[in-house]
């Protein structure tokens, strides 16, 4: 390592770690600032982030709002999203010539669509802000010095620092979280988030491919219900819906070790009570149709047909004949079909962490932490972690510009 001794080392090259270093230097020029990344190049991920087109935040901007999607650290964050939120960031690209345009649906991404155009960008703004990138360099250890800092041990050999700001992110044998503990903090164990339910259920095999536009899936026996579009997969259950759910009962899906029941609506606009009345209705309007033919509801006629293969019903039912029992099994599938889920799949477009650095021993305002004098958290190493939409790279954006600034002050001694 040359040079064994620098004002701030920031430990991992992802989005927080170089926004907080870029942020850091801009406001304590005279400061030396180094980040350290495990990996051979910077921001990895951000390059593969998005399908590859960088998914960078999103247009919301009312902390509460955003709050919402944070399953985990959204409280915490609402303060600091109203110092440095998604306007804010979509600001910061702006003025290093990165235009970022919002799809319909509120995501935002640059204009050339390719996620090197952000990862070009914040390298670029790390150069000129005089950060010393250094790749192939793991943190591996952290301790207190009596001279108030840090002693640390890196794969180039030990270095010292004035300040230390943890960014190494959400993955598994994570340096920083040792380092994190090491220093007397609290790391909720981590728990993948943001994932796809596996099921087997041959009701699912002939609806492969079928996106339903709104649809509610709940955890059998328990609150947690999440609404929204719905895809079956050649794997069992996915889409927004499931992700939701994935994320809002991370920890609970993971001590029961993905193996549990879901029960899902497919027609959650339409009350129990006007699906029966539309069940009376195809029996009075088309007596002679086929009862698998012929579906009662708006929703794909695949579906109907796996419906009513399961409940059994005899060979070419038609309306007429429909039993009272028989109209109710199908009125509950409807509303309530139930599948056993037998574990998950990642969601290949984005997958994050849940657990990390608690946040009741690191200050909002700062991202400081609240037990070591010095020592800086920023990204997903955090217990924080949002939805898919870009609210985790802000996530990272805000805490990193938080947790910048306030390592200058501190070493600025303001
Ligand atoms: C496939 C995929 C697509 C995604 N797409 C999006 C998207 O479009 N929008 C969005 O908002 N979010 C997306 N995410 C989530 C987002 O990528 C993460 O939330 C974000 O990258 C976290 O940033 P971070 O800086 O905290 O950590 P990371 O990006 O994980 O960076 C941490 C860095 O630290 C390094 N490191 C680890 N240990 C050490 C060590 N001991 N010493 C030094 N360095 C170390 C790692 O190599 C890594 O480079 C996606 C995630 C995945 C997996």
């Not at 064994?4 to 430990?11: C, E, I, M, P």
């Not at 799809?103 to 790390?126: E, H, I, K």
């Not at 536009?213 to 955890?219: I, K, S």
């Not at 020592?375 to 990272?396: H, K, S």
């Amino acid at each position: 390592m040359t040079g064994a001794s620098a004002d701030l080392v920031v430990a991992g090259a992802g989005p927080a770690g170089v926004f907080a270093a870029i942020r850091c230097r801009e406001l304590a020029p005279a400061a030396r600032v180094i980040v350290l990344e495990r990996g051979r190049e910077p921001l990895r991920k951000v390059l593969i982030s998005g399908g590859g087109r960088c998914n960078v935040t999103n247009v919301r901007t009312d902390p509460r709002e955003l709050a919402q999607f944070y399953p985990r650290g959204g409280r915490e964050l609402m303060g600091p999203f109203t110092r440095f939120g998604p306007a804010e960031t979509v600001a910061w690209f702006a003025r290093r010539g990165v235009e970022l345009r919002a799809q319909p649906d509120g995501r935002y991404f640059p204009v050339t669509d390719s996620s090197r155009t952000v990862v070009d960008a914040l390298l670029r703004a790390a150069r000129e802000a005089g950060v010393e990138l250094r790749p192939g360099c793991g943190l591996r250890s952290a301790a207190r010095a009596a001279d108030g800092g840090f002693a640390l041990e890196t794969d180039a050999g030990p270095l010292r620092a004035r300040a230390l700001l943890l960014a190494t992110g959400g993955g598994s044998g994570n340096a920083g979280w040792t380092a994190a503990a090491d220093l007397g903090h609290t790391v909720a164990p981590p728990v993948p988030s943001l994932f796809t339910f596996r099921c087997r259920d041959p009701r699912l095999r002939d609806l492969a491919g079928i996106a339903f536009t709104d649809a509610e899936v709940r955890l059998a026996g328990a609150k947690p219900r999440r609404r929204g579009p719905l895809l079956v997969t050649h794997d069992g259950l996915s889409g927004p819906a499931v992700l939701l759910l994935s994320a809002w009962s991370a920890r609970e899906l993971h001590a029961l070790d993905y193996r549990f029941d879901v029960l899902v609506d497919w027609i959650p606009a339409v009350t129990e009570a006007a699906v029966g009345e539309a069940l009376a209705a195809a029996r009075r309007d088309h007596p002679r149709r086929q009862v698998r033919t012929l579906a009662p509801v708006v929703l794909p006629q695949r579906l109907w047909e796996s419906l009513v293969d399961g409940a059994a019903l005899p060979d070419g039912r038609i309306w007429a004949e429909l039993t009272r029992d028989e109209a109710a099994t199908l009125v509950d599938d409807l509303k309530r079909t139930h599948f056993s889920i037998d574990g998950q799949s990642p969601f290949k477009e984005e997958f994050v962490t849940c657990g990390g650095v608690a946040l009741r021993e690191v200050d909002p305002r700062t991202f400081a932490s609240r037990l070591v004098p010095g020592l800086y958290f920023a990204g997903e190493l955090l217990d924080v972690d949002g939805v898919t939409g870009g609210f985790n790279f802000q996530g990272c954006w805000t805490t990193g510009w938080l947790a910048g600034s306030a390592a200058a002050s501190y070493l600025s001694g303001d």
